[in-house]
C-alpha cells in the first residue's frame, strides 16, 4: 500500500512540474495583450498631413482575445465626432475590408510585433494596366506595457510613367488609459 501511495505522489510530482515547465515554455511564446484602452499621442505621432481632414481626441479600445483582435476607433474629424471599427485575425482567416475585391490580406505575429499586409491589384479599364499596391502593417507594444505604436506604410508599383510610389508613411502612438 506505501509503495502505490509512493508512486502516486511521485507521478503527481511529475505531472505538476512538467506543467509548469510547459507553462514556462507557452509563456516565453506568448503574444502581448493589446486589451486595453489607448489614447493618441499626438506630439509622438507623424500622420499624414491633410489641410482638410483634422482628427483630434483619437481614443482607440483594443479588444484582444486570440485569433481574433478588435479595434473601435473613436475620434473627431472637423470637430465631428466619428467612428471606425476594425476586426483582425490572426490564424489566417479572411478579413472583410472595403478596400476592394482584388485583395490579399495577411494579418500574423512575428514575434512580438502583430505584422498586416494588405496586397491590392486594380485594373484601369482604359489601358488595361494593372496597379498593384502593398501596404504594411505593424503594431508594437512597448516593454512596460504603456505605449503601443502602429506604423503604417505604403507604396504602388504599375503607374505608367512611375515606379514604386511611396504613398503612405505614418506612425500612431498611443498611450495606455486603462
Known amino acids: 500500500m506505501r509503495k502505490a501511495i509512493a508512486t502516486f505522489c511521485l507521478l503527481l510530482i511529475i505531472t505538476v512540474c512538467a506543467g509548469q515547465n510547459n507553462k514556462n515554455i507557452s509563456s516565453e511564446h506568448a503574444v502581448p495583450d493589446l486589451n486595453g484602452t489607448w489614447v493618441l499621442d499626438e506630439s509622438k505621432s507623424r500622420l499624414k498631413p491633410s489641410p482638410n481632414e483634422k482628427v483630434t481626441d483619437y481614443v482607440l479600445i483594443i479588444t484582444h482575445h486570440e485569433p481574433e483582435i478588435r479595434f473601435d476607433n473613436r475620434f473627431k474629424k472637423n470637430g465631428v465626432y466619428s467612428s471606425r471599427d476594425w476586426l483582425y485575425y490572426t490564424d489566417g482567416r479572411s478579413e472583410a475590408s472595403a478596400l476592394g475585391q482584388d485583395m490579399e490580406v495577411t494579418t500574423k505575429w512575428k514575434g512580438k510585433k502583430?505584422?498586416?499586409?494588405?496586397?491590392?491589384?486594380?485594373?484601369?479599364?482604359?489601358?488595361?494596366?494593372?496597379?498593384?499596391?502593398?501596404?504594411?502593417?505593424?503594431?508594437?507594444?512597448?516593454?512596460?506595457?504603456?505605449?503601443?505604436?502602429?506604423?503604417?506604410?505604403?507604396?504602388?508599383?504599375?503607374?505608367?510613367?512611375?515606379?514604386?510610389?511611396?504613398?503612405?508613411?505614418?506612425?500612431?502612438?498611443?498611450?495606455?488609459?486603462?
Do not use: C, M
Open 114 to 178: 502583430l505584422f498586416r499586409r494588405i496586397t491590392t491589384v486594380r485594373r484601369n479599364p482604359f489601358n488595361n494596366v494593372s496597379e498593384q499596391t502593398v501596404t504594411e502593417e505593424e503594431w508594437v507594444l512597448s516593454e512596460d506595457a504603456q505605449t503601443l505604436t502602429r506604423t503604417i506604410s505604403s507604396s504602388s508599383a504599375g503607374r505608367p510613367g512611375r515606379n514604386d510610389l511611396d504613398l503612405l508613411n505614418e506612425k500612431y502612438v498611443f498611450r495606455r488609459l486603462h
